[in-house]
T-cell receptor, first 112, second 112 residues
Framework: GAVVSQHPSWVICKSGTSVKIECRSL??????MFWYRQFPKQSLMLMAT?????????EQGVEKDKFLINHASLTLSTLTVTSAHPEDSSFYIC????????FGSGTRLTVV | QKEVEQNSGPLSVPEGAIASLNCTYS??????FFWYRQYSGKSPELIMF????GDKEDGRFTAQLNKASQYVSLLIRDSQPSDSATYLC????????????FGKGTHLIIQP
């Protein structure tokens, strides 16, 4: 149990375009999901907390207008990177709380 | 500012020996403590979590928590080459509303 599905696994996009990443809890309902970002050889940094039916809570320094989060149902949260630039290239991982915190498989974003 | 500190390593341990991984945290309000394993390019996998002072054992893994010293550790007995990975320590405050705060991880190498 406690499976979190994330896709796409990887995406390459052109600078200036937007990319949407989906995170689904497959066998449980998640009123709260978390979005993390991980740069090479760095640890996971919490970007924002996604709350079903309400606005996301962003960590200090994360641009809410650039990283749009929508949590429209109890099983789906999406992260949209708007007007992506090369410095946004990173590994994005979602998580939901069950027993412990279960992570999705991650999305490798490369902006060229 | 919550901080979680880990020695980045690499920590090299012979196969069959005990690997000892350490973590300290700054927030005395931290309530739950997690150990994750992360292989290169993959998302973290939960190894175990601990809430109470003392030891918690799960197979070859033992987590140790000392809240007075703000210290948590992970012991891996009978280390195997497949245990080679980065081990991430993560903590969360009471209620779990804020998401996990991760350390930078310790890179463990098990030498055959």
């Amino acid at each position: 149990g406690a499976v979190v599905s994330q896709h796409p696994s990887w995406v390459i996009c052109k600078s200036g375009t937007s990319v949407k990443i989906e995170c689904r809890s497959l066998d449980f309902q998640a009123t709260t999901m978390f979005w993390y970002r991980q740069f090479p050889k760095q640890s996971l940094m919490l970007m924002a907390t996604s709350n079903e039916g309400s606005k996301a809570t962003y960590e200090q320094g994360v641009e809410k207008d650039k990283f749009l989060i929508n949590h429209a149902s109890l099983t789906l949260s999406t992260l949209t990177v708007t007007s992506a630039h090369p410095e946004d290239s990173s590994f994005y991982i979602c998580s939901a709380r069950r027993v412990g915190y279960t992570f999705g498989s991650g999305t490798r974003l490369t902006v060229v | 500012q919550k901080e979680v500190e880990q020695n980045s390593g690499p920590l090299s341990v012979p196969e069959g020996a005990i690997a000892s991984l350490n973590c300290t945290y700054s927030d005395r309000g931290s309530q739950s403590f997690f150990w994750y394993r992360q292989y290169s390019g993959k998302s973290p996998e939960l190894i175990m979590f601990i809430y109470s002072n003392g030891d918690k054992e799960d197979g070859r893994f033992t987590a140790q928590l000392n809240k007075a010293s703000q210290y948590v550790s992970l012991l891996i007995r009978d280390s195997q080459p497949s245990d080679s990975a980065t081990y991430l320590c993560a903590v969360i405050s009471e209620g779990g509303a804020d998401g996990l705060t991760f350390g930078k991880g310790t890179h463990l190498i098990i030498q055959p």
